[in-house]
C-alpha cells in the first residue's frame, strides 16, 4: 500500500536555529514528489518538486532533496516566518495519485 | 488566471440543505481536483477533471457529491443534502499535467449545522 510518514509531527525551533525534515514513503510507480507549506486557513503554498533520486532543489532558507525511500527538507538559519506545516506529497501511478501525510507543523520562536 | 479562485470562502448549510462550491483553474491547466480537509492536514481526494471530462472520480461519495467542469465556466462541487459530516474545508487545485505540481486555491470552509 502506498503510504507516506512525515517527522517529527511537531517541532519548534529558535530563530537561526537550522533543522531538517523527514519524509519516508513507499510508494510504487513514483512519479515526483512535492513539498508544500500550509499556513493556517490557507491552501497549500506549492515549493518544490523532485523526481529522481539524488535530485536536489533550493529556495531561500529552504533545500529538499530526494532519495528512493525519503526526502528531506532542510532548513538552514529559519526566521519567524517559516513557521507553517509543511507536507510531502509523492505522486504515484499513471492516474496522478497523490499520497497525503499528515505534514510537520513547524513553529520558530523569535 | 495566475491563481486558483475560490467560491465563497465560507458557506454555512443546515442540514439537508444544498452546497454548491466552486472553482476557477489557473488558464491553460488541463487538470482540477477537488480535496476535503476535515481533520488537520488529513487531505481526502474527491475527483479529478481532464478538461471537462472526469479523469478519476474513486474518491467521491457518489449519493450526494456532484462535480461538474463545463467550457468557459468556473469548476463545481454540489453537495445535495448536507450532513454535519461534510463540515470541512474543500480544496481546489489545478496542475498542467499528471506529472507537475499542483497549485492550491484558498479553499472553501463548509460548515453545516
Known amino acids: 500500500e502506498d503510504q507516506v510518514t512525515q517527522s517529527p509531527e511537531a517541532l519548534r525551533l529558535q530563530e537561526g536555529e537550522s533543522s531538517s525534515l523527514n519524509c519516508s514513503y513507499t510508494v510504487s510507480g513514483l512519479r515526483g514528489l512535492f513539498w508544500y507549506r500550509q499556513d493556517p486557513g490557507k491552501g497549500p503554498e506549492f515549493l518544490f518538486t523532485l523526481y529522481s533520486a539524488g535530485e536536489e532543489k533550493e529556495k531561500e532558507r529552504l533545500k529538499a532533496t530526494l532519495t528512493k525511500k525519503e526526502s528531506f527538507l532542510h532548513i538552514t538559519a529559519p526566521k519567524p516566518e517559516d513557521s507553517a506545516t509543511y507536507l510531502c506529497v509523492p505522486n504515484a501511478g499513471n492516474n496522478r495519485k497523490l499520497i497525503w501525510g499528515l505534514g510537520t507543523s513547524l513553529a520558530v520562536n523569535p | 488566471g495566475e491563481e486558483v479562485a475560490q467560491t465563497p470562502k465560507h458557506l454555512v448549510r443546515g442540514e439537508g440543505q444544498k452546497a454548491k462550491l466552486y472553482c476557477a483553474p489557473i488558464?491553460?491547466?488541463?487538470?482540477v481536483f477537488w480535496y476535503q480537509q476535515v481533520l488537520k492536514n488529513e487531505f481526502k481526494f474527491l475527483i479529478s477533471f481532464q478538461n471537462e471530462n472526469v479523469f478519476d472520480e474513486t474518491g467521491m461519495p457518489k449519493e450526494r457529491f456532484s462535480a461538474k467542469c463545463l467550457p468557459n465556466s468556473p469548476c463545481s462541487l454540489e453537495i445535495q443534502a448536507t450532513k454535519l459530516e461534510d463540515s470541512a474545508v474543500y480544496f481546489c487545485a489545478s496542475s498542467q499535467s499528471t506529472n507537475t505540481e499542483a497549485f492550491f486555491g484558498q479553499g472553501t470552509r463548509l460548515t453545516v449545522v
Open positions: 488558464k491553460g491547466h488541463s487538470y
